[in-house]
């Protein structure tokens, strides 16, 4: 596992030894009315997010660059103690590097070498960390741009292909997707027992079981 690679090498490090200072390259520059984020986000991970969008857009590389990201994405799920490993505070320059150098080949084409300055910013910056919650950040970003709005909907088990389908016409015909293209994403969670729990935007309709079932007994509880 990616993770394993790199945990053995951060551990053994000196808690004395103090990093040399690096040159922090600056993503955050005044852009164009046309290369500024599509929304405000906030936090460390959503102004790295905001700072690798608008660099994106200034190379007319926007789509690229999502698509390297979803690769980083899936690299995380793969190995979820990846993120535990990008945030020791021991990793060396040395590790860094190689760390860098690894992520970069779950990425492709990158032009202009946008994806490789990031993650050396980030790792200039110790902020490795947040790679995770900023590939998340920036696919908030990429579906307001294209004008999406997401339809998450999480069942007890995998839906097929043609519930969604029927699931996701039905949505796009209600108010709640107001004309724009949904992206739907699908979640697992067995906790609910059953039904659907259905999120389009910042609106929520909860059909599970395990939200009947709490309905009800909190009836017979007042009921007694």
């Known amino acids: 596992m990616f993770a394993a690679r790199f945990a053995r090498s951060a551990a053994a490090r000196a808690s004395s030894a103090t990093a040399p200072r690096v040159a922090v390259r600056s993503y955050a520059q005044a852009a164009a009315p046309s290369t500024k984020p599509p929304v405000a986000l906030f936090g460390v991970d959503g102004t ?22 979803e690769s980083l994405a899936a690299v995380f799920k793969r190995d979820p103690k990846l993120t535990q490993v990008l945030s020791s505070p021991s990793l060396s320059p040395a590790d860094k590097k190689a760390i860098v150098a690894e992520l970069q080949k779950n990425v492709g084409a990158d032009k202009d070498g946008l994806i490789k300055n990031f993650l050396e910013t980030l790792a200039e910056n110790n902020r490795l960390g947040v790679l995770e919650p900023v590939t998340e950040k920036f696919t908030a970003l990429m579906s307001a741009y294209r004008g999406e709005v997401e339809l998450n909907v999480t069942s007890a088990a995998p839906l097929d292909n043609k519930v969604l389908s029927r699931l996701e016409a039905a949505v796009s015909k209600s108010p709640l ?11 697992v969670n067995p906790d609910i027992k059953g039904g659907l729990v259905v999120e389009v935007g910042d609106r929520t309709i909860d059909l599970s079981v395990s939200s009947k079932i709490a309905r009800l007994n909190k009836l017979l509880q007042d009921a007694l």
């Open 48 to 69: 790295y997010a905001s700072a690798l969008y608008t660099a994106a857009a200034k190379t007319s590389s926007l789509e690229p660059t999502a698509k390297a990201l």
């Open 177 to 187: 997707a107001q004309g724009k293209k949904l992206k739907v994403v699908t979640k």
